[in-house]
């Protein structure tokens, strides 16, 4: 897929799924806004896509914070003229295993404002300027399977991942006559650091066979953003090699 001359902005693009996501559009052509709160590992993005040959820039961003989203928005149409793609991917998990008895009401808002509110906010502001676009724009939300099952002591951040979820069926509704498709990726089990480290029995409770990688989401991105497929819009495309549809029993 070529996405040459479009604009996409990733946000949490500094390492694992969001760095991979970045890489892939480059590739295709697109000019990539890579924003991100960590400045260091944001710059090394943006220069292993420049050293590649392609286009990118680098905006610090806080996305719990309603002006520094808003001024995301801002800077990538002075640099590339309007936003096409915006992938919501920055999220944080800890503090996600604290005790349901100590979880404190500051650590929940945390969560649900850095993860949930902020794919409000950025689809939002991005909204406003894809809507001027001939061809409208893509929105895609990482969601999770913590949406769908859950582990112990996970309260804030399987709140914060089924609350995307719903968002992007209720913002796909809204923006659907705007020409802005709004989807969600939930991924299972995605290995962003020594993959080559993983037991074989991590990859066998896979039926896939295997454990995922960011590339895995990466590619799902470039499909639900293709313009050929803007029939696809308000869905939520688990990719998690097959883990959330085995049944365990315990013997």
């Not at 509110?117 to 913590?146: D, H, W, Y």
């Not at 039926?207 to 499909?223: H, K, M, W």
């Amino acid at each position: 897929m070529s996405f040459k001359d479009k604009t996409i902005i990733v946000t949490g693009a500094g390492r694992g799924i969001g760095r991979a996501i970045a890489m892939s559009y480059a590739s295709a052509g697109a000019n990539v806004v890579v924003a991100e709160l960590e400045e260091e590992k944001g710059r090394q993005t943006v220069n292993e896509i420049v050293r590649h040959g392609g286009k990118a820039l680098f905006v610090l961003c806080d996305v719990s914070r309603e002006a520094d989203i808003v001024a995301l928005m801002r800077r990538t149409v002075e640099a590339f003229g309007t936003i096409n793609i915006l992938i919501n991917n920055a999220g944080i998990a800890n503090p996600h295993t604290a005790s349901v008895y100590e979880l404190s009401v500051e650590d929940w808002d945390k969560v649900m404002n850095t993860n949930a509110r902020s794919c409000f906010l950025a689809t939002r502001e991005a909204a406003k300027i894809m809507k001027g676009n001939p061809q409208g724009g893509a929105v895609i939300n990482l969601s999770s399977t913590r949406s769908l099952m859950s582990e112990a002591h996970t309260e804030a951040y399987a709140a914060s991942k089924g609350a995307i979820s719903a968002l992007t069926h209720a913002m796909a509704i809204s923006l659907g006559p705007d020409g802005i498709t709004v989807n969600c990726i939930s991924p299972g089990w995605i290995e962003t650091e020594e993959y080559n480290e993983l037991r074989e029995i991590d990859h066998k409770q896979h039926p896939s066979g295997r454990v995922g990688t960011p590339q895995d989401i990466a590619r799902a991105c470039l499909y639900l953003s293709a313009e050929d497929n803007n029939f696809v819009t308000g869905a939520q495309l688990v990719i998690d090699g097959g883990m959330t549809r085995k049944m365990i029993y315990e013997p």
